[in-house]
């Protein structure tokens, strides 16, 4: 069977959406070590999640299932309407490779944050972006 309009256009708020909670957890986790960030800068490729203009880098935070994680839960494909899933998931990650060579391309640096090591991400970023305001980031 194939799935009616109404569930497809579900289907696209749900990857579309804005201010997941895994997005908002970065963003505190961010903004209580002190980082000043801008969101969904639609003047960027892929209107990143997350926008650190004084490091020059874009952060998204991907659902695993959505955008094709190398995890159990990203590799994970509905049984019914496999087609239809396959195509729609194929091109989610299609699209994220192509928006982080574009922003690379456009000279800004890349971080993807995982929603199944969401903590861990997080933490990496931040030490990441610490170390580089050590050492004098503007
Ligand atoms: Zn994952």
Do not use: Y
């Not at 309009?5 to 505190?28: G, H, I, L």
């Amino acid at each position: 069977m194939q799935p009616t309009t109404a569930s497809k256009r579900r289907n696209m708020q749900a990857v579309k959406c804005r201010d997941t909670k895994p997005e908002r957890f970065a963003r505190r986790e961010l903004h209580r070590a002190g980082f000043r960030f801008q969101l969904h800068r639609r003047d960027l490729p892929g209107t990143p999640d997350i926008v650190l203009p004084r490091f020059r880098l874009v952060v998204w935070v991907h659902g695993c299932f959505w955008h094709g994680h190398t995890c159990a839960k990203g590799q994970r494909r509905p049984r019914t309407n496999s087609e239809f899933w396959a195509e729609k998931l194929d091109a989610n990650v299609r699209r994220d490779r192509a928006n982080v060579d574009a922003v690379t391309a456009a000279g800004w640096g890349a971080r993807v944050l995982w929603e199944c090591s969401l903590n861990e991400d997080c933490s990496s970023l931040i030490q990441e972006l610490r170390q580089r305001r050590v050492r004098g980031a503007s």
